[in-house]
Each structure stands twice: as C-alpha cells, then as structure tokens.
C-alpha cells in the first residue's frame, strides 16, 4: 500500500483503460469534486465499489487508487478527467434528464459502440446503489459535469408587465390624500432637493434648513393653522406632507415636524387666540424657529413627573423659569442647537406655593442674530445615530423671566390677580388633555415610517428583480427575487406596507373628526399605530437592507441611511413599549367599564357569548379546515384576528382580577403581566390593520385592483398568523394540520405574487431622485438595454 502514498499513483489512464470502470467514472468525479463528503463518506463508497462481484479484482486496485481519501487525485487530473468525459459524452445535451448512472452507460456504450443490454440487470442496479451512496441530486450533479466552462448564457432584465394599472393602485394607494401627495411629489423633484454627498453635519444641517425654507415659501409648513393667521385649516393635508416627506430625507421630516408641527402645534392646541395671532404667522413663514422642550435627562415617558420648575412671581407679573438639577435639563430637543429662537418649555407651574401640574411656557432663547440669551444654557447634541441634519441640543434654565402671557393657556390660566383658573376642575384630565398635543405627532410618525418603508422595500425589489445570482448548470443565473428565501423575506414586508397604508388612512380620518366622546379611543389607537408601524417599518427596513447584501450597505444606496434615520422613532413622540402598555391599559378600561355596576345579566349575557364563540370557532370542523379556498376568505382570516384579540383581553383582565383578589396592588398586577399585555396591545392594532385591509380590498371599483389587494390581504394574514401560530395550537384555534396548510399558503401567495413584486413597489409612486439609490434604476437601464 505504500505505493498510495503518491498523487502519481491515481491517472486517468487508470479508469480510461479499463472498461469495468468507464461506467462508474462520472461517479469518481462527482465524489471528490462535490467537496462535502467526508472522509469516512469516500471510504464508505469505495468498500461499496470494491464488494462489486462484476469489477474485477484490478479494476478494484485501480479504483481504490482514485478513492483515497488519504491521497486525492491531483487537480490537473481531475481536469483531464472531466475533460474527457465531455469529450467522450458527444453532443449529449444538458436539458436531458439523467442520472450519473445514465451517464456513465451512455459514454460505455458511445465508447466501445455496444448497445446499453451489455450492463446486466444487477449491474445496472449496484451502479444505482452506489450513486445513492453519493448522497447528492444526480441529474443536477450530471448537468454541472456537462456543462462547458464557467460561462452562463446572458438573459435579458426585462421589467415585469403589472397585471393591473399602476396609476389606478397609486390613486387607491393616495385614497382621499392623492391631490397633496401629487403636489408634495412635484415638490420633492425640483432641482433644489438634492442629496448632498458625504455631508459634515453642519453642511447636512444648514441644507435641512435651507429645503425647511422652500416648503415654508409654499405655505407646506402653515396648512394646519387657522386662516387668519396664514394657513389653510387643513389638518389631513398637514399630515400627508408631513408622510410624503418621508420620501426624502429623513432630517428634513423631524425638522419640519419639530417646526410647524410641535412647536407650532403646542401654540395652536394650548395656546389661545392671541398667541395665533402674535406668533403663528412667524412660525409658519419659518421667521421664528422653535422647538418643543417636555423631554428631560429624568423624564422621557413619565412626563407627569417632570422637573423644570415654572414659579408664577405676583410682583412683576412674570414667570421664573428654572432647571433645578441636572435631570431636569431638557435633553433631544430638536431646533435646540443652532437654529431655534424660542421653546415651547413643559414645566411645573407653582403658584403662591401650590403645584397646578405641568404647563407649557414659550420662552426665548437666542435673539435675531442667534446669540444665546442670558441665564440659558444651550449644549450641541452632537453626532447622533441618524437624523443628523436636525440640530438637536440640551437646554437648562437659570431663573429665566417670561411675562404672564407666555404661559399656553388654553386648558389653565393664571389670571391677573395671580389666581389659577381651569375649565377642567380635574388636574388628570387637565394633564392628559394637554398631552393631546402628541397624538397629532404620533399619527405623522407612523405615517413618515410606513413611507420610508415604502422606499426601502422599492430600493430592494427593483435591486432584487436586476440582480442575477446561481442557478441550474448551463442556464443563466437566476433573479434573486425567484428564489424561495427572497420572497418570503420582500414579499410579506410589501404586504405590510400596503395594509399599513390603508390603516393610516383610517387613522387619519379618526383623528380629523374626533370629538370628546371618541377622544381617549382614538389617542389609544394613535398610539398603538404608531409602535406598530415603526417596529414594522424597522423590521421591513432591515430585511431589505439584508436583501440588497453588500448594496444595501452602500450610503449612496440609501437603505443603510433610513434604517439609521428612523431607527429612533421606535422612542420619540412615546416609547413603542410604554404606548404598547397604553393601549392595553385602555383596552382594559373599557372591558372593565361593560361591568363596572356587575349587573347579574350583564355578564351572563357576555359568558353565554364568549361560550358560543368557542363553540363555533373551535368546532373540529373549522380547526381542521385545510381548504385553500377557506384559509384564503376574508372570513376566516379576520375570525382568527378577532378571536385571537378578544381572548387575549379575557385572560389579560382575569389575570390582573386574580392578582387583584390576592391583595396585590393595582401597580404590581399590572406590572407582572406586562409580556401579556404587549401581545393584547399587539393583537388589537393587527385586527384593526386586517380589518382596514379588507375595508380597502372591497372599496376597490377595479377588478384587477380588488384582485391583487385580495392576495395581498391574504398574504399579510397568512404571515400574521404563522408568525403566532404558536399561540394558535395551544389555543385549539388551529391543529397541526391546519398549521402546515397556512404554512403552505404563505408560501403559495409569495410565489403567486412574486412576479408583481416591481409592479407593487412601483405603485407607491416614490420619485427617482427621492430614492437616490443607483441600485434601484438598474432595472429601467437593463431594460433600457434589452430594448436597443
């Protein structure tokens, strides 16, 4: 054996001379040039090879020279070896379907011109063995040998053809908003919005301000304010381009919704008619920057117990503006650091000793030619993780002087005689109207967020539909978009953004007509709308920066750049968590207000209802039900939302009453159940977007257009259910069977929808300089290039 020892031992010549071992040669090469069988694997097939009766005994020696794992072929006969198998194959196509048995015959009988009946029947069946031995998929491993050389034929880009019209979905798509998207799109495509390259942070700021000047210019920064103080009265449109912008840089969003939404937004709902008049103008006009100062070192959320101090002083009719420590310095505060003139400070006003809660105060902070104002101290923000055009800093307060006036006193005054006065007696629901300055905010973040969505997902289908990666031996390289893994990464994600959109549309109309009976009801959905658009936006965001691979890493491809930008709207305008936690809080105040006088047929009458409900929804006939057509309805689909909600609250509320009963506090009930009451939040938002979803698939005049939004629906439920499909089994709402069937339809629906993939992410209508990806015009320049 020593002789083994040496790569001169295993020659072609060894197999080529030999005719028992020509039929087992397309198995040789596969065996090492495969590259994952082990060791022990080859040595397993060469002991297989040796206890073959029909090779004799020095086709055996030759054999075991090619199969020693401790002495591999040389490379350069590997080469020669598949060199003369294609050679010694003819013009045997790599269409045919055959295994590297088949092969290995075909050259035998080529070879010697025998016809195929001089392999026995056995022998043709050890041949078969020993393939399976291989472990390897044999017609694919035959087509990789035959196929010459490296290089793949070329196929066309072709853009895909929609299979509805694209202006029609983009109108769905802007629903009641489509004349301010428009306006905003023509905007956003002058040649004055343009990216600047590499910016310094100073550069990026003073550009931010610069394109915040443009939009103030068109009277975009005043379409909420009343109309004798400059504006249009429309609140809606103020939305929509304040979601629009979001198509373009994200700085120029926060800034201008620090502007003319905070800022301006505090002095319009808390201030009175006097303070539109005085300041409003300016504001709009952009000749007074400011900003919105609540947030504090020791106070984000828990805004209640904030600790700038606003102490009323009789003597000189004046408010003293104080930062009593550190904690209570104002932190993140947009408009702070270089441009802003005056804030919008959140304090605790005292009068005559007594606390009246948190107040608003517009105070100075820098004069006309920007100087920062005796006793305010202003500390840069500096480098952040994105957002960087926004100048945003830290503010303290050393006894700062404000007249009377300055006070926002909409819900509460100090009046002339130094007494406080309220129209709301109660001091919470003075603080929580106040608070409904946010809820405005918290409906535009969730809108920038599904917008910037909407780019992301763009910048990555169109990258996906050009990029060209693998695929069978002999083919051209496939769209990586056709690939199982890519579509059920983009796919969903797109889903998501159109049951998003049309969410937000609901939202919107819900914040515009409230009134006080609906007040508490819409804020809770504003704030669950809000966290759930920004982690799904995130979510989307970083799948598609992961689907554009190396790209998506490139600043000038952009993804990289939103999914910085936004990354912090998970935390302002609210926590996700702590809003999350609002809005089960909520939920749990009106389930328990239904038997807040436990009327003896209150609850029966509900118990009888929930027990009716399990009896039909978990009825084995339904549970079982793995009919694509069943799995597919709308009905099906939104019983499983609505179940899945309700019984959520059920236990939420018998959980903290069980609590409750054991003497626990209200504060320590509510908090051990916090994971339980993320996913009541959760599961109430995602039946509110299903039920959007299908309010908008039926609204739909075009039948193509109903078509695809059915499909689309049913791919965001599919998802949303095997995301939790956990929860499902142990519910008894689905069984095993039913849960692969889901499986299966998600995977279905990807597969169906995956050739309008360009078609859908075109639909959003996002302008090609807004993205300002270069990865994403490749596919109009491939196709450009197939049509020369």
């Given at each position: 054996?020593?002789?083994?020892?040496?790569?001169?031992?295993?020659?072609?010549?060894?197999?080529?001379?030999?005719?028992?071992?020509?039929?087992?040669?397309?198995?040789?090469?596969?065996?090492?040039?495969?590259?994952d069988l082990t060791s022990d694997e080859v040595r397993n097939i060469r002991a297989r090879a040796a206890e073959?009766?029909?090779?004799?005994?020095?086709?055996?020696?030759?054999?075991?020279?090619?199969?020693?794992?401790?002495?591999?072929?040389?490379?350069?006969?590997?080469?020669?070896?598949?060199?003369?198998?294609?050679?010694?194959?003819?013009?045997?196509?790599?269409?045919?379907?055959?295994?590297?048995?088949?092969?290995?015959?075909?050259?035998?009988?080529?070879?010697?011109?025998?016809?195929?009946?001089?392999?026995?029947?056995?022998?043709?069946?050890?041949?078969?063995?020993?393939?399976?031995?291989?472990?390897?998929?044999?017609?694919?491993?035959?087509?990789?040998?035959?196929?010459?050389?490296?290089?793949?034929?070329?196929?066309?880009?072709?853009?895909?053809?929609?299979?509805?019209?694209?202006?029609?979905?983009?109108?769905?798509?802007?629903?009641?908003?489509?004349?301010?998207?428009?306006?905003?799109?023509?905007?956003?495509?002058?040649?004055?919005?343009?990216?600047?390259?590499?910016?310094?942070?100073?550069?990026?700021?003073?550009?931010?301000?610069?394109?915040?000047?443009?939009?103030?210019?068109?009277?975009?920064?005043?379409?909420?304010?009343?109309?004798?103080?400059?504006?249009?009265?429309?609140?809606?449109?103020?939305?929509?381009?304040?979601?629009?912008?979001?198509?373009?840089?994200?700085?120029?969003?926060?800034?201008?919704?620090?502007?003319?939404?905070?800022?301006?937004?505090?002095?319009?709902f808390l201030g009175t008619e006097r303070h539109h008049e005085e300041y409003l103008p300016s504001v709009g006009?952009?000749?007074?920057?400011?900003?919105?100062?609540?947030?504090?070192?020791?106070?984000?959320?828990?805004?209640?117990?904030?600790?700038?101090?606003?102490?009323?002083?009789?003597?000189?009719?004046?408010?003293?503006?104080?930062?009593?420590?550190?904690?209570?310095?104002?932190?993140?505060?947009?408009?702070?650091?270089?441009?802003?003139?005056?804030?919008?400070?959140?304090?605790?006003?005292?009068?005559?000793?007594?606390?009246?809660?948190?107040?608003?105060?517009?105070?100075?902070?820098?004069?006309?030619?920007?100087?920062?104002?005796?006793?305010?101290?202003?500390?840069?923000?500096?480098?952040?993780?994105?957002?960087?055009?926004?100048?945003?800093?830290?503010?303290?307060?050393?006894?700062?002087?404000?007249?009377?006036?300055?006070?926002?006193?909409?819900?509460?005054?100090?009046?002339?005689?130094?007494?406080?006065?309220?129209?709301?007696?109660?001091?919470?629901?003075?603080?929580?109207?106040?608070?409904?300055?946010?809820?405005?905010?918290?409906?535009?973040?969730?809108?920038?967020?599904?917008?910037?969505?909407?780019?992301?997902?763009?910048?990555?289908?169109?990258?996906?539909?050009?990029?060209?990666?693998?695929?069978?031996?002999?083919?051209?390289?496939?769209?990586?978009?056709?690939?199982?893994?890519?579509?059920?990464?983009?796919?969903?994600?797109?889903?998501?953004?159109?049951?998003?959109?049309?969410?937000?549309?609901?939202?919107?109309?819900?914040?515009?007509?409230?009134?006080?009976?609906?007040?508490?009801?819409?804020?809770?959905?504003?704030?669950?709308?809000?966290?759930?658009?920004?982690?799904?936006?995130?979510?989307?965001?970083?799948?598609?920066?992961?689907?554009?691979?190396?790209?998506?890493?490139?600043?000038?491809?952009?993804?990289?750049?939103?999914?910085?930008?936004?990354?912090?709207?998970?935390?302002?305008?609210?926590?996700?968590?702590?809003?999350?936690?609002?809005?089960?809080?909520?939920?749990?105040?009106?389930?328990?207000?239904?038997?807040?006088?436990?009327?003896?047929?209150?609850?029966?009458?509900?118990?009888?209802?929930?027990?009716?409900?399990?009896?039909?929804?978990?009825?084995?006939?339904?549970?079982r039900n793995t009919d694509p057509e069943h799995l597919r309805s709308a009905e099906f689909q939104l019983n499983?939302?609505?179940?899945?909600?309700?019984?959520?609250?059920?236990?939420?509320?018998?959980?903290?009453?069980?609590?409750?009963?054991?003497?626990?506090?209200?504060?320590?009930?509510?908090?051990?159940?916090?994971?339980?009451?993320?996913?009541?939040?959760?599961?109430?938002?995602?039946?509110?977007?299903?039920?959007?979803?299908?309010?908008?698939?039926?609204?739909?005049?075009?039948?193509?257009?109903?078509?695809?939004?059915?499909?689309?629906?049913?791919?965001?439920?599919?998802?949303?259910?095997?995301?939790?499909?956990?929860?499902?089994?142990?519910?008894?709402?689905?069984?095993?069977?039913?849960?692969?069937?889901?499986?299966?339809?998600?995977?279905?629906?990807?597969?169906?929808?995956?050739?309008?993939?360009?078609?859908?992410?075109?639909?959003?209508?996002?302008?090609?300089?807004?993205?300002?990806?270069?990865?994403?015009?490749?596919?109009?320049?491939?196709?450009?290039?197939?049509?020369?």
């Amino acid at each position: 054996m020593a002789q083994e020892t040496s790569h001169t031992n295993a020659k072609l010549s060894d197999l080529t001379e030999h005719e028992d071992l020509i039929p087992i040669m397309p198995m040789i090469y596969v065996a090492w040039s495969d590259g994952d069988l082990t060791s022990d694997e080859v040595r397993n097939i060469r002991a297989r090879a040796a206890e073959q009766d029909w090779l004799s005994e020095e086709a055996k020696r030759r054999l075991a020279r090619w199969l020693n794992p401790d002495d591999p072929p040389a490379p350069r006969e590997m080469t020669q070896l598949l060199k003369w198998m294609r050679e010694a194959s003819g013009d045997m196509s790599t269409d045919e379907r055959m295994s590297l048995a088949d092969l290995g015959a075909h050259i035998a009988r080529l070879e010697w011109g025998e016809e195929e009946e001089w392999l026995h029947e056995g022998e043709r069946e050890a041949l078969d063995a020993l393939e399976d031995a291989l472990g390897i998929a044999g017609e694919e491993a035959c087509r990789n040998l035959l196929s010459p050389g490296q290089t793949r034929p070329k196929q066309p880009v072709a853009k895909p053809t929609p299979e509805f019209e694209l202006e029609r979905m983009t109108r769905v798509l802007d629903g009641p908003d489509r004349e301010t998207w428009q306006q905003m799109r023509e905007l956003l495509q002058r040649p004055e919005f343009e990216y600047l390259e590499s910016p310094t942070i100073e550069e990026h700021r003073q550009q931010v301000l610069e394109w915040l000047d443009i939009l103030a210019d068109e009277g975009i920064g005043a379409l909420s304010y009343p109309e004798d103080v400059g504006g249009e009265g429309d609140f809606r449109s103020f939305l929509t381009a304040f979601e629009s912008l979001a198509m373009f840089d994200q700085s120029l969003v926060i800034k201008f919704g620090v502007q003319f939404g905070l800022f301006g937004g505090s002095i319009y709902f808390l201030g009175t008619e006097r303070h539109h008049e005085e300041y409003l103008p300016s504001v709009g006009n952009l000749d007074l920057l400011g900003g919105f100062a609540m947030t504090e070192e020791g106070h984000g959320s828990n805004v209640r117990d904030i600790e700038t101090v606003a102490e009323y002083d009789p003597r000189s009719d004046e408010f003293v503006i104080t930062t009593p420590c550190d904690s209570a310095r104002k932190i993140y505060i947009g408009n702070a650091a270089r441009d802003g003139r005056m804030m919008s400070v959140f304090a605790q006003l005292y009068v005559d000793g007594e606390s009246y809660g948190v107040h608003a105060f517009l105070v100075p902070v820098r004069d006309e030619e920007g100087n920062v104002l005796p006793d305010v101290r202003i500390e840069d923000g500096g480098q952040k993780m994105g957002l960087n055009g926004v100048d945003n800093g830290r503010i303290w307060f050393d006894e700062v002087r404000v007249p009377r006036d300055n006070m926002l006193d909409e819900h509460g005054r100090v009046e002339d005689d130094g007494t406080y006065t309220s129209s709301i007696p109660s001091d919470t629901k003075r603080f929580f109207t106040m608070l409904g300055t946010l809820v405005g905010g918290r409906v535009s973040i969730a809108a920038a967020a599904t917008t910037a969505l909407k780019s992301a997902l763009t910048i990555a289908t169109r990258y996906g539909e050009s990029r060209r990666q693998f695929g069978p031996a002999g083919e051209p390289e496939q769209s990586i978009m056709d690939y199982r893994t890519h579509k059920r990464r983009l796919m969903p994600a797109i889903a998501r953004a159109y049951a998003l959109n049309f969410t937000l549309h609901h939202l919107k109309t819900r914040y515009i007509e409230r009134d006080d009976e609906d007040q508490r009801e819409v804020e809770a959905l504003a704030a669950g709308m809000k966290a759930y658009a920004t982690w799904t936006a995130l979510d989307g965001v970083q799948t598609a920066r992961e689907c554009c691979g190396g790209q998506g890493y490139v600043s000038d491809n952009r993804i990289c750049e939103i999914r910085r930008d936004i990354d912090v709207f998970a935390t302002f305008e609210g926590d996700n968590t702590v809003l999350m936690l609002l809005v089960a809080r909520g939920l749990l105040s009106k389930f328990q207000h239904q038997f807040q006088d436990e009327r003896f047929f209150s609850i029966v009458r509900y118990v009888a209802k929930q027990a009716a409900t399990a009896v039909k929804t978990l009825n084995p006939s339904l549970t079982r039900n793995t009919d694509p057509e069943h799995l597919r309805s709308a009905e099906f689909q939104l019983n499983a939302f609505q179940y899945r909600a309700d019984d959520l609250l059920r236990s939420a509320a018998q959980r903290i009453q069980d609590r409750l009963q054991s003497d626990m506090t209200a504060f320590d009930a509510f908090n051990e159940v916090q994971d339980h009451l993320m996913s009541l939040a959760k599961a109430h938002i995602e039946r509110t977007v299903m039920e959007q979803f299908q309010a908008a698939v039926e609204s739909a005049d075009d039948p193509a257009i109903a078509n695809m939004l059915e499909d689309l629906r049913s791919l965001f439920a599919m998802e949303r259910i095997h995301e939790d499909i956990g929860w499902y089994l142990e519910s008894g709402y689905v069984e095993p069977p039913k849960s692969k069937a889901i499986r299966g339809q998600l995977n279905t629906l990807c597969d169906e929808l995956r050739p309008q993939a360009v078609p859908l992410v075109d639909a959003f209508d996002i302008p090609a300089n807004c993205l300002g990806a270069p990865i994403a015009q490749r596919l109009d320049e491939h196709a450009e290039q197939a049509a020369e």
